[in-house]
């Protein structure tokens, strides 16, 4: 039986998917999670204790916990594991990432200069600390992105120097929170300006093998995200791109692939069509995030039964071929569903309503009852997702926001404390 070692920072919902997917697959999985190594297995998961801050003692205690259960192959879920796990498979010998091309990818600047070598089209871009930068090179509209927050949390178009500064100041105070201080990434203290790219929004699922893409899906994102913020609501695939259009973009990401040097495990890139053609906004070497993997189901061609994303990634980690894997025909769709607003949450109502209509698969509410939401560009998290599926594309847009129409929120506004 195959063992596969998943990095990541915590245990969760993806995590028990992982699993799920594993047990049917035959497959044994170790982990690998952020915990203090002091804490006696709390969630009894017999997973080793890493801090991402600290990879070299991280490394050894990965390397120690392989000689008890070799390992056959490392898989990184999330951002933040990604340089570790390139790491870890290289001192153990197995097929991953060079650890210098995970770290450009983990890095928006790094990423973006190894793009412009690679004759990839790229935004005007700039690293400044947050302070309000005075340069001349800013341009307007422009983008203020932190170096190493994902999930578009920080991201925020400014089209004035008013508005910039504004920004500025917001992401700042976002930077210095505890939690975001705590991951200790190293990059808190600069960030990423760069010219907004007006255009359509696209992100790709595949996998490399040797340096080589197989996409499994683009994704259209139909709703504009011109700012200021970039919620991402809805992924649908297949894409209603031209097929010309489709070729560019996956020739873009293989090349993006090339440019960073990443050469084995997931890939998940992020692009935007405009006046300038295909232009990329990340390659990252991690699978889609959240619950957004049940989007894609595959179907075994020898044994004709279907299979989710996380087996595929498995399998491809223990070194099989997947190549008898194909990606389900159907349509499918997956909303994240928005935050109305900031505040403490305490009920959802409508929710077997809205999983009642046609076309919707599943209704997953994640987000906790008196949890404080928060919108971006702040928001860390989800309030949960709707799945749809069915035969055309434009059918499951649809359905995902008369889904999401349904839904009512009873969200409280939160206590402020004010000092005397």
Not at 65 to 73: C, E, L, N, Y
Not at 84 to 99: E, Q
Request: proline share 7%; with cysteine.
């Amino acid at each position: 039986m195959p063992r596969i070692l998943i990095l990541s920072t915590t245990t969760g919902y993806q995590l028990r998917s992982f699993g799920d997917s594993a047990a049917r697959a035959g497959i044994d999985l170790i982990f690998a999670t952020d915990r203090c190594h002091h804490l006696d297995d709390p969630w009894r998961d017999q997973a080793v204790p890493v801090r991402f801050h600290e990879e070299d003692a991280s490394l050894a205690a990965i390397v120690e916990a392989a000689k008890d259960r070799p390992i056959d192959g490392v898989l990184p879920v999330g951002d933040r594991p990604v340089v570790l796990a390139a790491r870890a498979a290289r001192a153990l010998g197995l097929r991953g990432n060079p650890p210098d091309a995970a770290e450009a990818c983990t890095n928006k600047i790094v990423s973006r200069e190894r793009f412009a070598a690679a004759g990839l089209a790229v935004p005007w871009f700039i690293q400044v600390p947050p302070e309000s930068p005075d340069d001349a090179r800013i341009q307007y509209p422009c983008v203020v992105k932190p170096l190493r927050l994902s999930g578009s949390r920080g991201v925020i178009r400014a089209d004035t120097r008013a508005q910039l500064d504004a920004a500025l100041v917001r992401v700042r105070a976002l930077l210095s929170r505890k939690d975001i201080r705590a991951a200790r990434t190293g990059l808190d203290d600069r960030l990423l300006i760069e010219g907004f790219i007006p255009g359509r929004e696209f992100a790709i699922e595949g996998v490399l093998s040797d340096g080589v893409l197989r996409a499994f899906a683009i994704f259209d994102k139909p709703d504009p995200l011109d700012g200021p913020y970039f919620e991402e609501t809805i992924y649908v695939t297949p894409s209603e791109l031209p097929r010309d259009e489709q070729s560019a973009v996956l020739d873009h990401v293989q090349r993006a692939a090339s440019a960073l040097g990443l050469t084995d495990g997931p890939l998940h890139a992020e692009c935007r069509i405009g006046a300038q053609g295909v232009l990329l906004l990340e390659a990252a070497a991690r699978p889609i995030g959240g619950l957004c993997a049940r989007v894609l189901q595959f179907t075994d061609s020898t044994r004709g039964v279907t299979v989710p994303l996380e087996e595929i990634l498995l399998r491809h980690a223990a070194g099989e071929d997947i190549g008898k894997y194909d990606r389900e025909s159907q349509a499918a769709a997956v909303m994240m569903i928005p935050i109305p607003k900031r505040g403490i949450l305490k009920h959802v109502d409508g929710i077997e309503s809205a999983a009642d209509l046609p076309r919707i698969e599943e209704v997953r509410i994640t987000a906790k009852k008196d949890q404080l939401l928060e919108r971006l560009p702040e928001a860390g998290s989800y309030l949960g997702f709707i799945f749809a599926r069915g035969p055309r594309p434009q059918e499951l847009v649809s359905a995902l926001k008369a889904a999401q129409a349904r839904l009512r929120f009873h969200i409280d506004t939160p206590l402020t404390i004010v000092s005397s």
